[in-house]
């Protein structure tokens, strides 16, 4: 596959800091992949976005979008990109609707018209149907300040969508929605993303919204410490656990003892994947049961046991 995002040993010196802020970082994304980067506060994650974003020049190192330098060909990478902003990026003096017309008359698609109404069929379609996903047809032509945080929020999805850009950067893109909207908000990413192999970078909090993507980048103090497919990062950090329960759980613990196998009491009696299968645990117990399931580790929790281990704060 060709790489839509190449970034080679990148690095970022503020003025007066005493060490980079991000330190030689490097890592590859695909075309039409869906690539997760994630960060506690302060690891460097919101200053590389920057850069790959065009807003923030780097030290040193080099980055391409689409084959384009993010220095020398700014505007190229500019006109291929589509960005949601974890802050607000809207005009508040326009509309909803003519936030959306000059945001897709800048990028060229269509000649400028003074109103929604002389504006071609194909722009009134597409923004009406992107309207309609995100759940704001009804504001579409309200003021900006009249409309709430999670509505704006909705809009800039829809602007940073009208030009169906080759890659898609999302900066916390679900914050402030509501779980509907969220969940129609990925089913319409993830419809663009098969539909025109748009590629998307993701940085959120809500960690479970990167369990579906193709690779995830942990990046800590600067530099990346952890790469790879969800599953290949969740089974390096965290292993399936077997939950028990019994109405005797006193000679439930006596017989996982005699067994030799380490066990947590939580809510229940939890057996970490060891030699034993769960199969051949479950078939030396003689005590009955009350609880039995397999508990699969999630991405959260492989996230939270690597900065636990390493002494790094949550994002």
Excluded at 57 to 62: D, E, N, R
Excluded at 131 to 159: C, H, N, T, W, Y
Excluded at 258 to 276: A, I, N, S, T
Aim: glycine content about 6%; charged content about 25%; hydrophobic content about 40%.
């Amino acid at each position: 596959m060709e790489a839509m995002i190449a970034v080679d040993q990148l690095v970022k010196q503020y003025g007066k800091a005493k060490e980079p802020s991000v330190k030689g970082v490097s890592f590859t994304v695909n075309e039409g992949e869906f690539f997760a980067f994630l960060g506690p506060n302060g690891a460097g994650k919101t200053t590389t976005i920057s850069i790959l974003t065009t807003t923030l020049s780097k030290t040193s190192g080099s980055v391409t979008i689409a084959g384009c330098d993010v220095e020398k060909q700014a505007r190229l990478v500019r006109e291929k990109v589509g960005i949601i902003f974890q802050q607000p990026s809207l005009d508040p003096n326009l509309t909803a609707e003519e936030n959306i017309r000059f945001h897709a008359c800048l990028y060229g698609m269509f000649g400028y018209r003074p109103s929604f109404a002389l504006m071609p069929a194909s722009y009134k379609t597409r923004v009406t149907d992107l309207a309609e996903i995100v759940g704001i047809e009804d504001a579409l032509f309200r003021p900006i300040k009249k409309l709430s945080g999670g509505m704006q929020r909705k809009l800039e999805i829809i602007r940073s969508l009208i030009h169906t850009p080759a890659v898609l950067f999302l900066d916390e893109p679900t914050q402030g929605l509501d779980a509907v909207s969220r969940r129609s908000l990925w089913e319409y990413i993830n419809e663009t993303r098969q539909r025109y192999g748009t590629t998307v970078f993701l940085t959120t909090h809500y960690i479970d919204e990167a369990e579906q993507v193709d690779k995830v980048c942990v990046i800590n103090q600067g530099r990346i410490v952890l790469s790879g497919a969800p599953d290949e990062i969740k089974s390096s950090l965290r292993k399936r656990e077997l939950v028990l329960d019994a109405a005797d759980r006193g000679r439930l613990i006596d017989e996982l003892s005699d067994m030799g196998l380490f066990h947590r009491v939580d809510e229940h009696v939890v057996v970490p994947y060891q030699d034993l299968s769960e199969q051949e645990v479950i078939a030396r117990l003689q005590t009955t049961l009350t609880t039995l399931k397999i508990q699969e580790p999630t991405l959260e929790d492989a996230y939270v046991e690597y900065l636990l281990k390493t002494g790094g704060k949550a994002a």
